[in-house]
């Protein structure tokens, strides 16, 4: 082991040999490797260039003492025992038979069982749970209180089938129904029909987004739901697509072994719209995302990770047009542009462009209130006297993208807010934060802002992610658009209507982890109606 004085040395050692002006070093002994961070992206990139990454030889990334792993059961350390996928572990704790540990290993059993009967049998004990998709990190959620002995409480969940199979929505139905018969109350936010169709009282909100929203349209049975946006999605059948473009040529994937893949082939057509569906871990990340995206680096991929988003950033910025908006209100009030933004030369004196302030006060926690100078605008009254077409900064920031179609003139700016309102973006404001956006808006703010690069290869996790069923055929009419000129245009899907309207589908599984990693099914809709798939089956039910 290192102790703090080689650590000394080292650090003096790599601060005399880089060029680069090195922050701090560090030994981190789970992946023995050192975290080097610079001022400079440059600098940073040239330390990471001579270090190397690989598991600790003591430890094997356990992080465990020696002395800990010693310790067996059944042949099995701890870390062993965490590296299982959970059947595995559910088999190993039956297995242990010494008195004491039995009875320890009887309190694991239902809460690693339960994870199971919630579709996650391919995960281990020792699975991050930063690592975890949405919809994995919500069945964890679920399967923790499925063995809460409490009744009459209020579980409140948001969006409990996102990332999930229409398989796995099915057995999710199962567990939300075990709640309330436990005599509780489920509050469940979707968008997922099949949910909805089960649900004793449907509240819906609307009538539009936005704006437009923040009304109940309805509430009451199933049966009572007529004339909204729900009831035509739930009158709505599946569309296999009967006519699929023509494939004149493929990519290849040779011998793919990224995470669970069985070293596997593949020929993914090009120039047309792709499917990859199959129950979750069953590999359709590891192909596209990661085999595939190695095979071609110049894909435009559109994950669902974060944006960076603050409350400093706002549409307008996120899309790059706001510099095309301060530059002509510029032109056409002779001021300079930072005039014209909250984070310079037009921030309130007051609050500094941040819109509210935190006055101290003693012995309580930190209050924010609204900045009285500006009303929470972010600019100063100088900023605010300019005006372009009888609009200043905030007025034309507070259009909505609807509005904002016909307001401006500029042919970069129009096709921006083009872009938006085609991907069902329409109801926001230009000046909305993006700190303020759901998490399926920010899917959609992020494809809308790859959208305007010129790309031929466009790989998208889960684009149907927290969208309404109204707003499916927006976003297909998007990507039918994209192929029409020429592209290929490859999803990683659950969503039954992305996949029938594809021209190719390819279905990894047969089930996740292990027991996942293969192609069951390569070919067109009405070829996979043919087959006995998890996929097909719902299909030919929709």
Request: aromatic fraction near 6%; hydrophobic fraction near 35%; proline fraction near 4%.
């Amino acid at each position: 082991m290192f102790d703090n004085t080689i650590i000394r040395v080292l650090i003096t050692t790599i601060k005399i040999t880089s060029s680069h002006n090195l922050i701090f070093c560090f030994l981190d002994c789970s992946s023995f490797r050192y975290r080097i961070s610079s001022e400079t992206p440059k600098g940073r990139l040239s330390a990471l260039a001579v270090s190397t990454h690989s598991l600790c030889p003591t430890c094997q990334g356990s992080g465990l003492n020696p002395k800990v792993l010693e310790c067996r059961i059944n042949g099995l350390n701890i870390a062993e025992y965490d590296q299982l996928e959970l059947p595995e572990a559910l088999i190993a704790l039956k297995n242990i038979k010494d008195p004491m540990g039995e009875s320890i290993a009887k309190q694991a059993i239902p809460y690693v069982k339960q994870l199971v009967d919630m579709g996650l049998g391919y995960l281990s004990l020792s699975r991050k749970m930063g690592t975890l998709s949405g919809g994995e990190a919500q069945r964890v959620k679920i399967a923790r209180h499925l063995g809460n002995s409490l009744n009459n409480l209020t579980y409140i969940f948001d969006e409990p089938s996102a990332g999930l199979h229409p398989e796995e929505v099915d057995m999710l139905i199962q567990m939300l129904k075990w709640i309330k018969e436990q005599h509780n109350t489920v509050i469940v936010i979707e968008h997922n029909l099949s949910v909805i169709r089960v649900a004793d009282e449907i509240i819906e909100m609307g009538p539009g987004a936005g704006a437009s929203g923040g009304e109940v349209v309805y509430q009451g049975k199933i049966e009572g739901l007529n004339n909204s946006p729900t009831a035509k999605a739930l009158k709505h059948k599946l569309i296999i697509n009967k006519n699929p473009r023509n494939i004149n040529s493929y990519f290849t994937i040779r011998r793919a072994s990224n995470n669970n893949l069985k070293n596997i082939n593949v020929d993914i057509p090009k120039n047309v719209l792709v499917s990859v569906c199959g129950v979750s871990g069953s590999g359709k990340s590891s192909l596209i995302l990661e085999a595939f995206a190695e095979r071609c680096p110049e894909s435009i991929t559109v994950g669902q990770g974060g944006i960076g988003i603050s409350n400093r950033s706002t549409m307008a910025t996120y899309m790059g047009i706001m510099d095309d908006i301060r530059a002509t209100f510029s032109k056409a009030t002779a001021q300079p542009a930072g005039i014209f933004s909250f984070n310079s030369l037009g921030a309130c004196p007051v609050c500094k462009g941040k819109g509210v302030i935190t006055p101290e006060v003693a012995f309580a926690d930190p209050v924010t209130i609204p900045c009285e100078a500006c009303g929470g605008s972010r600019y100063s009254n100088e900023a605010l006297s300019y005006r372009y077409r009888d609009k200043n900064i905030i007025e034309i920031l507070e259009l909505t993208i609807d509005e904002a179609v016909d307001y401006f003139k500029m042919q970069k700016v129009l096709n921006r807010v083009h872009t938006l309102k085609n991907v069902g973006l329409g109801y926001l404001t230009l000046g909305q934060t993006t700190s303020s956006l759901s998490g399926g808006e920010i899917q959609r703010l992020k494809l809308a802002s790859h959208l305007q690069k010129e790309g031929q290869i466009y790989l998208l996790d889960e684009p149907s992610l927290g969208l309404h069923a109204e707003d499916d055929e927006k976003l297909l009419n998007v990507f039918q658009n994209i192929v029409d000129k020429g592209n290929s245009v490859i999803i990683i899907e659950h969503n039954l209507d992305f996949i029938a309207s594809s021209d190719w589908i390819i279905e990894m599984g047969p089930g996740g982890g292990k027991q996942g990693g293969q192609i069951i099914f390569e070919g067109t809709p009405e070829e996979m109606l043919k087959t006995e798939s998890i996929t097909a089956k719902w299909l030919k039910n929709g």
